[in-house]
């Protein structure tokens, strides 16, 4: 026993070495993309995640490994996953819908609710149902205090239209008793958009809740960025919106590579016990320096929303790259901001890398953190998603976002815990790769494993059992260019029985080590 808990602890220890944060694939099937993920607060190791159009990803060792599952429900499931969970350990899954007979597309709000840490799902209930009017970009919040929801989203008269009699509102919803029921729709935008899904539609709406119980929303429209807050749990609201910031440019924009990019709000509030307990703030994205120079902002405002500060720019490189697809949370024990988000800086063409920006100061001041180990290239022919996410509790952070790669489209994680301390952990250049777990772990039948070669050199790939004897070879004295390699392995074919065996990725001195399980 003592033995096998040094050779994990050595093998622990290579990893913080080797690698700046690990990186984790969730899953490759089937082009996901469009993410969500939340760590559970009872239980940090336990973490959900989302993504198009219908998947839901369950992880039981704080994100290391990752079992896949599939939404159904009778009113369809069709895409922009929001996940949540309450202080009770209950997770919820907001989507749109397409029901399969009896409703039309995206008719209506959708949740769905697990008990069982996202193992499985109820069938569903809804809300915003309203003749044939579409029902998009949902997010909804928890309130921690009472375990109430809120869901808010856009509306469309028709979706498409250009005609001037059709319009674009924001709505908001809430249940009182774990997503069973709704109340009935309420509008709290004052003045509405066109709804053709482009710079003048009101979308955005991300819910939050203040330290008292307040709820406050910013969108995206015609008028900019605005807001809105409500004092007694949505029932009323202010009768106008308050201006937040201008959007030069406007929030749909274009993006080289990217299908469709957009530069919407996301709200948060810091209901820590530090001493910024209470202040808003919101991201997004926009092209005010330019289509070539896209950047990450930042307002914040400390009286619950009535006065917002100057947009600060979150990335802190050089003028003239891409950033875009920002998310972001506030560490509710902490207080830390964090922010993800796509960046071409020091790159050429459209490669693309994720950055993590920190602040631990209210957002006075920003910190960027590389935290992909090696680029990928997104394609306009391949639909991106329309989001990233990230999740952060107590010093875990758990951000999410999509690659493309020879293989498709892959969403991936990074494991960010308390080893961080927001200066970022240098890659150890001596090292010419890093190492992945394998997907899906536990496997029964293959399994897959993924590598990145950072400076060309020859690697071995080899399983072995809990004794140290190698069991397969997946590759030997391999030559490899930098680049990521996704490598097949078929467990009934080498008869491994069930049970937990590790896997190595060696190159001369240096070796890089995970367990995986054989179901």
């Known amino acids: 026993m003592k033995t096998t808990i040094l050779t994990l602890f050595f093998f622990l220890l290579l990893n913080i070495s080797y690698s700046q944060f690990t990186n984790v694939m969730i899953s490759d099937f089937d ?10 607060p009872k239980n940090p190791n336990e973490i959900v995640a989302g993504a198009n159009i219908s998947f839901a990803y369950h992880s039981v060792d704080g994100g290391l490994t990752w079992t896949m599952g599939n939404l159904v429900s009778p009113y369809g499931v069709w895409g922009d996953p929001c996940v949540l969970v309450d202080t009770a350990g209950t997770y919820y899954f907001f989507h749109l819908s397409n029901p399969p ?13 697990s008990t069982d840490g996202g193992q499985t799902w109820s069938d569903g209930t809804y809300t915003g149902l309203n003749g044939t009017k579409n029902q998009d970009k949902e997010w909804g919040a928890v309130n921690p205090f009472n375990n109430h929801i809120y869901l808010t989203w856009t509306q469309f008269d028709v979706y498409g239209s250009s005609a001037s009699q059709d319009s674009s509102i924001i709505l908001f919803s809430k249940s009182l008793d774990n997503g069973a029921t709704w109340s009935t729709p309420l509008r709290i935008n004052r003045k509405a958009g066109d709804c053709l899904d482009e710079d003048n539609t009101v979308e955005g709406a991300v819910p939050v809740v203040g330290p008292q119980g307040q709820i406050y929303v910013s969108w995206a429209g015609p008028e900019g960025i605005v807001f809105n807050r409500s004092l007694d749990e949505g029932e009323t609201w202010l009768d106008t919106n308050i201006f937040v910031a201008d959007i030069p440019g406007g929030w749909d924009y274009a993006i080289p590579g990217i299908s469709r990019a957009n530069g919407l709000p996301i709200t948060c509030c810091d209901l820590s016990n530090g001493p910024y307990r209470g202040n808003i703030y919101i991201n997004w994205s926009d092209q005010r320096n330019g289509a070539t120079d896209t950047d990450i902002w930042f307002v914040k405002s400390s009286d619950g929303g009535t006065t917002w500060s100057v947009p600060a720019r979150v990335n802190d490189d050089p003028v003239g790259n891409q950033q875009f697809f920002t998310w972001m949370t506030v560490d509710p024990v902490t207080g830390y901001i964090y922010f993800v988000f796509y960046d071409r800086r020091d790159l050429t063409g459209n490669m693309t890398d994720v950055y993590l920006a920190v602040s631990r100061d209210g957002g006075s001041t920003f910190k960027n953190i590389k935290i992909t180990d090696s680029p990928f290239t997104p394609i306009n022919s391949i639909f991106f998603g329309d989001y990233t996410g990230i999740s952060a509790y107590n010093n875990i952070i758990r951000p999410i976002w999509t690659e493309i790669n020879p293989g498709g489209l892959s969403i991936w994680t990074a494991v960010i815990d308390t080893l961080f301390t927001g200066t970022g952990r240098k890659t150890d250049t001596n090292v010419p790769f890093s190492l992945e777990q394998n997907y899906p772990n536990p496997g029964t039948s293959y399994t897959y494993f993924s590598y990145r070669i950072h400076t060309p050199t020859r690697i071995t790939l080899k399983i072995m059992d809990v004794f140290g004897r190698e069991v397969a070879t997946i590759c030997e004295d391999k030559p490899v260019a930098a680049g990521k390699y996704v ?11 069930r049970g937990i065996y590790y896997f190595s990725l060696v190159s001369g001195e240096k070796t890089l ?4 399980i054989v179901d």
Not at 513 to 516: D, L, P
């Open 31 to 40: 082009y996901p993309e469009e993410t969500s993920i939340v760590i559970n």
């Open 487 to 497: 490598e097949y392995f078929d467990i009934s074919a080498h008869s491994l029985q």
């Open 101 to 113: 007979s009896g409703g039309g597309w995206i008719d209506r709000m959708v949740c769905q609710r």
């Open 513 to 516: 080590q995970k367990k995986m």
